[in-house]
C-alpha cells in the first residue's frame, strides 16, 4: 500500500495561491489515478481533480478555473496548483490514490 505525504498547506488570504504537493512512496506510474480531495468542515469529502497513469486530466467543474494539477514522474510527486482561493476553499486537502489516501493538510484562507 503506497504512502502519500502531503505538504504545503498553510493560512493564505483571499486572492491568493498556495501550491500543494504529494510524495507518493512508489513510482507515480505504478498507481492508475493519482489525485486531490477536499474537505470543509461540516462537509462531505469531494474530488478536485484527477490524474491517470497516462497523464490525463479531469477537474470537477468547480475547480477547471483556479485550480491545476500536474506532476513530476521523476520526484514521484503530484502537485495542486490554487489559485486566486477564496474562503470557501477552506478545507483539508487529501492526497489519494484508489488504494491510499495521504494524511490530509490544512488549507485555510481567511482575510
Known amino acids: 500500500q503506497a504512502q502519500l505525504v502531503e505538504s504545503g498547506g498553510g493560512s493564505v488570504q483571499p486572492g491568493e495561491s498556495l501550491k500543494l504537493s504529494c510524495t507518493a512512496s512508489?513510482?507515480?506510474?505504478?498507481?492508475?489515478?493519482v489525485g486531490w480531495y477536499r474537505q470543509a468542515p461540516g462537509k462531505q469529502r469531494e474530488r478536485v481533480a484527477t490524474?491517470?497513469?497516462?497523464?490525463?486530466?479531469h477537474y470537477e467543474d468547480s475547480f477547471k478555473e483556479r485550480f491545476t494539477i500536474s506532476r513530476d514522474l521523476a520526484k514521484n510527486t503530484v502537485y495542486l496548483q490554487m489559485n486566486n482561493l477564496e474562503p470557501e476553499d477552506t478545507a483539508t486537502y487529501y492526497c489519494?490514490?484508489?488504494?491510499?489516501w495521504g494524511q490530509g493538510i490544512q488549507v485555510t484562507v481567511s482575510s
Open positions: 489519494w490514490t484508489p488504494l491510499s
Open positions: 512508489g513510482r507515480l506510474t505504478g498507481f492508475l489515478y
Open positions: 490524474i491517470s497513469r497516462n497523464g490525463r486530466i
